[in-house]
Each structure stands twice: as structure tokens, then as C-alpha cells.
């Protein structure tokens, strides 16, 4: 909104207004819109959550240290989410269907996961919403996702953007792709699309158990998604280091920025001892978003390194419910992963930081295969 009051109308009147058609100064422009609003709105925010007890239900199985959190509100991803739609229609290109694509995600996991916490607040149990209820919506939006991004890509009229924007992109290797445009219908891609966005989802919402925990691994692997979107939405760029060009990749970034402002705000708020947890409308919303941005950019693979943290998380559970399924013993003294490490004596902001030094060195590590190739 403000991005055409500026560009298209009020530059007619003063020239330097038209300064705003930069992509890096509206990315920069969004990410002081979004921290602004959710460090100003937070308080509001966190009065509200109090005043209605949406409280944090803890479950009695995890460590006993959390006990003492009973009582914070939940569902601050609220919050977030608000400050990213917000700033996001401000500084924005709304013409871009990649924009309004993301819009829509989070709009059907923050959804989702507001279900699932009102109930569990509802009720006064962890468990919130039936897995098959929130797996079938889950999966009507991991699915719209990948019909939309496949029908955009089958309408460009040059071969070769289709086949940029379907085909997985292999790092480090220039020209090695596998061709998911060979399948008929889209079906490889799709398929791929929704295990990719509902991995993505579950995994943030699975590593969301301490305070800060998540949020700030989610800024940077968000950022480094931005620059990745950045560079595969410009010519040049996109030539020089040998990705795909996918010229609405550009809006992306935009996104991204406002992903990263979001964040940060929240984190002023969510920092240990948090004043509010961001909740499943949060967790599963930002996750989708993550994932959904990777297969845009088609950089799957390097999501997966970025996000290594979460994956670890997803794994660790993973690994813990089948181990004592099959063989009746834990592999981990507790899953997910984090709270292993709280069972061995390290302290929830000891975890929390170390985590995030781990977040940073992947999210480099995924950079990297920009240049190495």
C-alpha cells in the first residue's frame, strides 16, 4: 500500500519519493515497520492474553523446571504474525502472486495452529487439536501451495522458467537439477512441495520449547532465505552464481524482511523468562512459511542445512518415539533434542544461546553453496 501511495502517485509530485521502487530499501523499510509494531502492539499484546487466561498449558511430563512457566500467556504468535501481514501489504509489490501465495499460508497454518492452542487452553490440555484434523488442514494448505506455485510455472510462456522453477535445484553443482518438469501433472513437485512445508511446519513447532528457542533460529534461517530470494530474483545476480532466475523471487525478500522485523520484536518479548510464548499459531505459521519460501527459490536442500536445527529437533523425536515403539527404550533421556540437554544439566539459557550459535554456523554453511559451486 504504501509501496504504490509512493511510487506511483506521491513521486509524481516529489521526485525522491520514487526511491521506494528499491528492493533494498523497501526490505530495509519492512523490517523497521514489522520490529516496530510488534515491540509497540507487544505489551497490548501480552495484557490481552492475560486478561482472556490464555495461559500455557505445560505438560506434566517435561522437565519440572518448566512448571514454573505455568501461568505465561500463549498464542503471542498473534504478534507475529500481524506485524508480518502488516508490514508486508505496506511495503509490498501486491501484484506479485508469490506474495499474496505466502499470505495465504499463513493465514491457513496460523489458523491451524490457533485451533490447536485454543484448545489446549479451552480444555487444559497439551494435546489441542485431533491430529487428523490437524494434519488434513495442514495438508489442504501444504497442497494448495505446491497446485499454485506448479500452475504459475506452467503458464510461463518460455520452457526453460518453467523447468527453473520446478526442478530441484542440487548445491554445489552448476548444472545438476533433478527434473521434477518431467513428471506429468506436477505431481513429483507437488508431492515434494507438501512434505517439504509440512516438515517445515511441524519442525519450528517442535523446537518452540524454550524460551526464545525458536524465534531467533527462525530470523536467520528467514534472512538467509532473503538473500537467496534476493539473488534469484535479479538477472545478474542469478547468472553470476548459477541459480535459477524467478523474476517473482524479488517480492520474496520483502517477506523475508518482514519475517525478520516480526521476529526480533517478538524476541524483546519472548526472551528468557518470556512474558509470552508464540504457540503453535505461531510455530506451525512460520514454519510453513520457511518452507514455502525454500521451494519458491528452489534451494530445498540448502533450507535443510540452514535449518538444520530444526530438522535435528524433528529427527530427535522421531528417533525417540520409534526407538521405544520397536525396541521399548529411549534413545535420548528426552525429546525433542533440547530438552535432552536441559536432562543433562544445562540450563534453559545455556541450551537456548548454544542452539543459536548452532543456527547461525548452519545458516553460513547454507550460504556458502551460493559461491560453491
Not at 63 to 91: E, Y
Not at 204 to 211: A, E, I, K, R
Not at 259 to 271: D, K, Q, R, S, T
Not at 320 to 331: A, E, I, Y
Request: aromatic share 14%; net charge positive.
Amino acid at each position: 500500500m504504501l509501496y504504490w501511495l509512493f511510487d506511483s502517485w506521491l513521486s509524481q509530485f516529489y521526485s525522491p519519493f520514487s526511491a521506494v521502487s528499491s528492493l533494498t530499501l523497501r526490505a530495509l523499510l519492512t523490517v523497521i515497520t514489522s520490529l516496530a509494531f510488534s515491540i509497540l502492539l507487544g505489551p497490548r499484546t501480552i495484557a490481552y492474553l492475560r486478561s482472556v487466561k490464555y495461559d500455557q498449558a505445560v505438560r506434566d511430563d517435561g522437565p519440572k523446571t518448566h512448571l514454573a512457566k505455568t501461568g505465561t500467556p500463549t498464542m503471542g504468535g498473534v504478534l507475529i504474525l500481524t506485524s508480518i501481514g502488516f508490514s508486508t501489504l505496506c511495503w509490498a509489490d501486491l501484484t506479485n502472486p508469490y506474495v499474496w501465495i505466502l499470505m495465504v499460508v499463513m493465514v491457513i497454518f496460523g489458523a491451524v495452529g490457533w485451533a490447536d492452542d485454543w484448545l489446549k487452553i479451552k480444555y487444559k490440555n497439551p494435546k489441542g487439536l485431533i491430529a487428523r484434523k490437524k494434519y488434513f488442514w495442514l495438508s489442504v494448505g501444504a497442497l494448495f501451495v505446491g497446485s499454485s506455485l506448479y500452475y504459475i510455472a506452467s503458464q510461463q510462456p518460455d520452457p526453460m522458467q518453467t523447468k527453473a522453477m520446478v526442478d530441484l535445484l542440487i548445491p554445489l553443482f552448476k548444472n545438476w537439477v533433478i527434473p521434477f518438469s518431467a513428471v506429468p501433472f506436477g505431481l513429483a513437485f507437488i508431492i515434494f512441495t507438501y512434505f517439504v512445508i509440512n516438515g517445515s511446519s511441524n519442525a519450528v513447532n517442535l523446537t518452540d520449547g524454550l524460551d526464545g528457542l525458536a524465534i531467533l533460529p527462525v530470523v536467520f534461517v528467514a534472512a538467509g532465505l532473503g538473500v537467496f530470494a534476493y539473488v534469484s530474483g535479479d538477472v545478474r545476480f542469478s547468472e553470476y552464481l548459477h541459480v535459477p532466475y524467478i523474476a517473482y523471487n524479488s517480492e520474496v525478500t520483502i517477506v523475508c524482511a518482514a519475517m525478520i522485523g516480526a521476529g526480533l520484536g517478538f524476541l524483546w518479548y519472548n526472551a528468557h523468562p518470556a512474558q509470552v510464548f508464540m504457540g503453535d499459531v505461531g510455530a506451525l505459521a512460520l514454519g510453513a512459511m520457511l518452507g514455502t519460501i525454500a521451494v519458491m527459490t528452489r534451494q530445498e536442500i540448502a533450507f535443510a542445512i540452514m535449518g538444520g536445527l530444526f530438522v535435528a529437533e524433528a529427527v530427535s523425536v522421531i528417533l525417540q518415539v520409534g526407538s521405544f515403539k520397536l525396541r521399548g527404550k529411549r534413545v535420548l533421556l528426552m525429546a525433542p533434542l533440547h530438552h535432552h540437554f536441559e536432562e543433562l544439566g544445562w540450563k534453559e539459557t545455556q541450551v537456548v544461546v548454544r542452539f543459536w550459535i548452532i543456527a547461525i554456523l548452519l545458516v553460513v554453511l547454507g550460504l556458502m553453496t551460493l559461491k560453491l559451486r
